[in-house]
């Protein structure tokens, strides 16, 4: 491993190792929030990390920690989506290059040339990070309005997915989460999607 390869691991390293500490805290929700809008224009890790331990911890919270999470995300996805728009051949390409991503960007940059508003609801889902989406987003000069729903429906269904999972199955659910959550979400969407092709072809 490369001294540069090294370095980013060893600060993704210390960022998880900050997240779950920082979950302990009284101040945990506002640091999750945080998390939640940052991961959304320029910080290496999802809010998740914090979320799921949260949640365990108190799952009377679940909702309103899902809801925050939403909230931040989307609002966070309108900084990313402005340093597409106005700063991506600075401060942009800074981040897409910083933690690796070029090639995953250029991908995705492509698919969303096809597939615009899904693309946006479906990449919000996955593992891929959300700053890729926010960050092509503003690039693309996407329609904004458009963008804001893209980016509540897929945040919305990640968080409140997750927080549901840990509400009613508690520990149990934690050792799941990880491997099937983003089977769980896609095949959420599909049905979203396979909803709207029927309203659409019975209208």
């Not at 940052?38 to 909702?63: C, G, H, K, Q, T």
């Not at 709207?196 to 072809?201: G, N, R, T």
Request: charged share 10%; hydrophobic share 55%.
């Amino acid at each position: 491993m490369s001294n540069i390869a090294a370095k980013k691991t060893n600060f993704l390293r210390r960022m998880y190792d900050w997240c779950l500490e920082a979950a302990d805290t009284k101040r945990a929700q506002y640091i999750m929030y945080a998390v939640a809008f940052a991961e959304s224009s320029f910080f290496p890790l999802p809010p998740d990390l914090m979320l799921i331990p949260m949640v365990l911890a108190n799952r009377a919270l679940a909702w309103r920690l899902a809801l925050g999470a939403t909230i931040s995300s989307v609002i966070g996805g309108i900084l990313g989506y402005a340093i597409g728009y106005y700063l991506f051949a600075t401060i942009g390409l800074w981040i897409i290059e910083t933690y690796g991503l070029h090639q995953m960007f250029e991908r995705f940059h492509t698919e969303f040339q096809t597939y615009g508003f899904w693309i946006i609801a479906l990449k919000g889902l996955t593992p891929i990070p959300f700053k890729l989406v926010t960050i092509a987003s503003g690039v693309a000069h996407f329609n904004i309005t458009q963008f804001l729903i893209a980016s509540t429906i897929a945040r919305a269904f990640r968080f409140y997915l997750l927080s549901a999972l840990l509400y009613f199955f508690g520990p149990i659910a934690k050792q799941y989460i990880e491997k099937y959550l983003n089977v769980a979400l896609l095949v959420s969407l599909g049905i979203i999607i396979g909803g709207f092709i029927i309203l659409k072809c019975l209208s």
